[in-house]
């Protein structure tokens, strides 16, 4: 598996400039990718990669160590299309942003029958934050259903993947959230799109090896339907529709998900003490920006002391 500590020094890589002709790193990921995008991860080897690009394959070990470091650069890579997809998202918005007298000029371009996009109101809260965070994700998880194949608890993070993972956590920090539930509430949502990405990459995976697509396999199952009228609630629910118009199970998922996070914010909003954990004195609301915690800088100060010395104790 080689050291760690070397993939983090090649994922966090600066300043590399890549040549103009030849084998580069940046070219050997972007490689990947596109042969992950085409035959998922069983169809991904370091040969394969080599043969895309027209090296041998021990050329590409002088850039890479290995399959398990090229995933880590992979999924790295392909965070860094979300950022760059909110930049121009950004970029956009500025442009289209209604200047002065626009308004005016799109009523005259109503009552003259031309068509003009409606004004959306801009997102705010958390919700509608993490809400964006979230479909982001999916909609990079439906380009690169790959993603959702790569297994285990030790990929390292690259700085893309640590950036996404900043913004997620930043949409919380806002909320009466305690520390440890903005961090679980972040995994979970991570959770919830893998899953659900998963469920897309086996669908594939099955299409792939059978030729069969999923609509006309279950199509044709007939000897399994005529032995489900034995079922009264599953009979119900199939003679009343409820396989008719089947709910999007990712938007479903999403918007109950966040239900019970916004449950638990108006709970925490409600529970929440208004008095300094250090001194008890009263807490004035702050002017903008997160809660205040603390009365004053020393009891922030105070508080910080006395968790460095009990953590130094426990080590």
């Known amino acids: 598996m080689g050291n760690p500590d070397d993939g983090v020094e090649l994922l966090w890589r600066e300043g590399e400039r890549e040549p103009r002709a030849g084998l580069s790193l940046g070219r050997i990921v972007r490689a990947a990718i596109e042969l992950a995008d085409t035959d998922g991860l069983d169809g991904l080897s370091m040969r394969k990669v080599a043969d895309r690009l027209g090296f041998t394959t021990m050329s590409l070990y002088r850039h890479v160590p290995g399959r398990d470091q090229l995933l880590d650069l992979m999924l790295d890579e392909v965070m860094g299309e979300r950022?760059?997809?909110?930049?121009?998202?950004?970029?956009?918005?500025?442009?289209?942003?209604?200047?002065?007298?626009?308004a005016?000029?799109?009523?005259?371009?109503?009552?003259?029958?031309?068509?003009?996009?409606?004004?959306?109101?801009?997102?705010?809260?958390?919700?509608?934050?993490?809400?964006?965070?979230?479909?982001?994700?999916w909609h990079t998880c439906r380009r690169h259903p790959w993603m959702a194949e790569v297994r285990g608890t030790r990929h390292l993070?690259?700085?893309?993947?640590?950036?996404?993972?900043?913004?997620?956590?930043?949409?919380?920090?806002?909320?009466?959230?305690?520390?440890?539930?903005?961090?679980?509430v972040v995994g979970l949502l991570g959770r919830f799109v893998d899953a659900e990405a998963l469920t897309l990459v086996e669908i594939q995976r099955e299409e792939r090896r059978s030729g069969v697509s999923e609509e006309e396999w279950w199509g044709n199952r007939d000897s399994l339907y005529e032995r489900l009228g034995q079922y009264p609630?599953?009979?119900?629910?199939?003679?009343?529709?409820?396989?008719?118009?089947?709910?999007?199970?990712?938007?479903?998922?999403?918007?109950?998900?966040l239900d019970g996070v916004e449950t638990l914010v108006r709970e925490?909003?409600?529970?929440?003490?208004?008095?300094?954990?250090?001194c008890g004195t009263p807490l004035e609301p702050a002017a903008?920006?997160?809660?205040?915690?603390?009365?004053?800088?020393?009891?922030?100060?105070?508080a910080y002391r006395r968790r460095k010395s009990g953590a130094g104790n426990c080590g």
């Open 104 to 137: 005016t000029a799109q009523a005259t371009g109503q009552a003259t029958g031309q068509v003009t996009e409606p004004e959306q109101p801009p997102a705010a809260g958390w919700r509608a934050a993490l809400e964006a965070v979230a479909r982001q994700t």
């Open 157 to 184: 993070p690259g700085p893309n993947a640590v950036a996404h993972y900043e913004r997620m956590l930043a949409t919380l920090t806002g909320t009466a959230l305690r520390p440890s539930e903005v961090i679980a």
């Open 288 to 302: 903008s920006g997160r809660p205040r915690v603390y009365c004053s800088r020393a009891c922030q100060q105070r």
């Open 233 to 257: 609630t599953i009979t119900r629910l199939w003679e009343t529709g409820g396989w008719d118009h089947p709910e999007d199970s990712f938007e479903f998922g999403l918007r109950r998900l």
């Open 83 to 102: 950022a760059t997809e909110r930049a121009t998202e950004q970029i956009t918005e500025q442009i289209t942003e209604p200047a002065p007298g626009q």
């Open 268 to 278: 925490r909003d409600e529970s929440r003490d208004e008095t300094c954990p250090e």
